[in-house]
């Protein structure tokens, strides 16, 4: 979200979490880091590369449907921020469609500022430290956010982690040809 940003670094990596339910997890005596309550997913096929902002928009609408929560209800989102002047306003303009007057009240960062854009690895990784920022009550940074966009005017978080009550948390992820999945977590 910088204004002189030009573009992800590729990186490599991976993320997998055990999902289970609940009641399963608590005989068994597991660790329990967050619950995954919420699922959206959409297809907008506007174009292979460029984004619209409409199907961002739907994914996560239908994401907190799913969940049974208020938008007002989300304090952190990890975006699928991948530090194209496209790509950022895309979806800082989806998250403010989605959220409304919430989207100034809470934060939004981006990972892979700090792990280059891993392609098909990136959602199951950054769903990690989606969960790892609800179970440690700390927002990770976005780095190398020095000249504010401002056509990107969210909270995204620049360059110091800081810890913050995380109750409920949203992961974005946008494919390229317009396939989008946002998940909802909630700390347990």
Not at 125 to 145: C, D, G, K, M, R
Not at 154 to 161: C, S
């Amino acid at each position: 979200w910088d204004k002189d940003r030009d573009g992800f670094v590729l990186g490599e990596g991976a993320g997998v979490m055990m999902l289970e339910e609940y009641e399963s997890a608590k005989a068994r005596g597991a660790r329990i880091y967050a619950e995954l309550i919420g699922f959206g997913m959409s297809g907008d096929a506007f174009h292979m590369t460029a984004p619209n902002t409409d199907g961002p928009r739907r994914c996560m609408v239908a994401a907190i449907k799913d969940a049974g929560i208020n938008p007002d209800e989300v304090q952190y989102l990890n975006a699928h921020g991948t530090s194209t002047p496209l790509g950022d306003k895309n979806e800082t303009d989806a998250v403010k469609l989605a959220f409304g007057d919430h989207a100034y009240k809470m934060v939004v960062n981006s990972t892979k500022s700090m792990t280059g854009h891993l392609l098909g690895g990136a959602g199951g990784l950054e769903s990690v430290f989606t969960v790892l920022a609800i179970h440690n009550q700390i927002s990770p940074p976005t780095i190398n956010i020095f000249n504010q966009d401002p056509e990107c005017d969210l909270d995204y978080v620049a360059n110091t982690a800081r810890d913050m009550k995380i109750d409920v948390a949203v992961k974005n992820n946008f494919g390229f040809g317009g396939t989008n999945g946002t998940l909802v977590f909630r700390r347990v």
